[in-house]
Structures are given as C-alpha cells and as structure tokens.
C-alpha cells in the first residue's frame, strides 16, 4: 500500500505564506493525478489543485487560482503545493492525494470518489 505523507502546514497571518510538500512511499502505478484537497470544519473535503501525471498540466479550484501553484518533482517523487496571499478561509485540514487507474479512464482531478491513496492531512489556519 502506498503511503502519502505532508508535511509544511501550520499557522500563519492573512496575506502570507506556506509551502505544502507530499512525499510518497513509492511508485505508483498508472497514476493519472497528483492533487491536494482540503476540508474544513463542517464542510466536505474538496479539490484545490493537481498536477496531470504524464502531461504536467495543473489545475486549480476557482478559490485557489492565481494564488497557490502546484508542483512536482519527478526524481524524487514528491509534490508541492505553494499558498501566497493566504486568507482565513483557506483554514482548513490539506490532504495530498493521488489518483491512479489500473482498470478504468483517469477521472475528473476534483473527484474525491477516485482518489486511491490519501494523505493523513496536515493543518492550515490563517488568522487575521
């Protein structure tokens, strides 16, 4: 089973910084998506950005766009999630996620449904 591990998480004042980081245990095999999610308290969890496996294009939810990036890196098999102009409501618990498809076409990135390997999450909060 693979394993995802963040790590980069903690709190900061709106208007600033932090840099996510998910490194995974091993390959993985047929893997379509690199993603983060995030859920907040009492919200369901949702799609923030991902990065195509073999294509590199990147995507990005509406609320996060212009502000985060996505990145990779190939050699050591870890991905990125870069936050500038954090604002209170990015508080929220981030998954890293990935999305493989050993049978089936590769989903929608923002499906959570078709995510095989999450993250044990790392917490985010942007105060005022």
């Known amino acids: 089973q693979v394993q995802l591990v963040e790590s980069g998480g903690g709190s900061v004042q709106a208007g600033g910084s932090l840099r996510l980081s998910c490194e995974r245990s091993?390959?993985?095999?047929?893997?379509?998506?690199m993603a983060w999610f995030r859920q907040a308290p009492g919200k369901e969890r949702e799609g923030v950005a991902a990065?195509?496996?073999?294509?590199?294009?990147?995507y990005y939810s509406d609320s996060v766009k212009d502000r985060f990036t996505i990145s990779r890196d190939n050699v050591k098999g870890t991905w990125y999630l870069q936050m500038n102009s954090l604002k209170p409501e990015d508080t929220a618990m981030y998954y890293c996620a990935a999305q493989s498809r050993p049978y089936f076409a590769c989903g929608n990135w923002y499906d959570r449904d078709r995510i095989n390997n999450w993250g044990q999450g790392t917490q985010v909060t942007v105060s005022l």
């Open positions: 091993r390959v993985i095999n047929d893997l379509c998506y």
């Open positions: 990065i195509g496996a073999s294509s590199g294009r990147t």
